[in-house]
């Protein structure tokens, strides 16, 4: 499992002076995106085959609270991947230092033709990647259903 290390640092903290809820999100995305570009697919790499992720929706889950002065690790696992790679379902866990549990999320996304501004499926070389990710024990290949439960994604978008 891949999992990023952060300082919380003083603009991560909101008013209660613990980590604020956006930047969970932030903490999440820079870990999604440290592992892609670890492993050759960066946002250039990305670029180059006109790809861009788009965020769904992101579901979060607050066990405990995130302070400055220790450090915070964010788990990558891989929930759920369309057959042709266009849905991806990506899950992370927050850590303290000691190793417990915090939080989690649980985000749904797409990739976008950056061009046509429409959702696509993945090239061969960029699905096999995504595939390779470690993955969450209730995997599962995700289907149209997947992508418009509890009314998450509207019908009418395709």
Known sequence: MYIKEFEIRWSDVDANRHLRNSAYIDFMSHTRMSYFGSKGFGQQHLAEMNLGPVALYERMYYFKEAFPGKPLRVSLQLKGLSEKGTFFEFRHNFYNH????????????????????????????????????????????????????????PKDLE
């Open 98 to 153: 000691k190793g417990r549990n915090l939080g989690r999320c649980e985000m749904l996304g797409a990739w976008i033709d950056l061009k046509e501004r429409k959702l696509v499926p993945l090239p061969e070389e960029f699905y096999s990647f995504l595939d390779g990710i470690d993955k969450t024990d209730d995997f599962k290949i995700l289907t149209k259903e997947d992508t418009r439960k509890n009314g998450q994604f």
